[in-house]
């Protein structure tokens, strides 16, 4: 019932903002139309305390189910958009043990016109102090094969699932991954960014990006190397930057960067012979 409760709040906060920004029609997946149907079950116990017996109805926490706003025209409201989003994830205390524990909300860096946009997971340790997202050593590793693709961070957008570094149990250090309520909560802002921004590729950054993104719970192993449909943007699936640092093998890098050949085809970039050759040899 909290589930629920969560869902339809997010939902009433975020249709609210869109009637504010002027937008008066939404698009809806025949599936989002489909699951209306279905039934949302409550335990016993809570059905009798409420004074009249909910409608069937069902709001699915995935993101494919989330209605989709027309975006905005122009580039001024999209400044202005992604300004508002910014203030209601910085303002946002729906997840108290990660408001308890926050130095900063790691809202997002970048270009918002950008025809490329990065998703990760949730920020580290450095990522919470300064504020932006990857700026610890896999964000340095992610600028560099950003810079390789002959992009800059400020021409791309790069984001996370959450907005908050997950809290760690006191005198531990590292990082954990996100929950699924703690994505499922999160998520409406980066879908929100997403919407603004209406990238051309968006690349998913590890498994839990593309499990916080299309609720896909298979290895990255799996999905990465080809292109998925999210919001009907192509999604490239790809291993994390941090999994390139504990494992440096050449071969795990040809991979990572085969992908950004194939972003960067599908953006119709230019690409020299010598990025094309990169990782197949060593130096």
Known sequence: MNEY????DTTEEYLRNLKGRGVQHLSVRVETLASLSQQVSFPPAERETQAVEPKPVSLPIIPQAIAVATPPATNGDKDTAMGEIRQRAEACVKCPHLVGSRR????GVGDIHSPLMF?????????????????????????????TMGLGRDTVYIANILKCRPDMPAQSSGNRKPTPDEMRTCLPYLLAQIEVIRPKVIVALGATAMEGLLGKGEGITKLRGKFLQFREIPLMPTFHPAYLLRNQALTEKRKVWEDMLLVMERLEMPISEKQRGYFLKAA
């Open 119 to 147: 998703v990760g997971e949730a920020p580290g340790a450095d990522e919470d102090l300064q504020g932006e997202p990857f700026v610890g050593a896999a964000g340095q590793l992610l600028t560099r094969i950003i810079k």
């Open 5 to 8: 409760r969560s869902a339809l």
């Open 104 to 107: 900063n909300v790691v809202f």
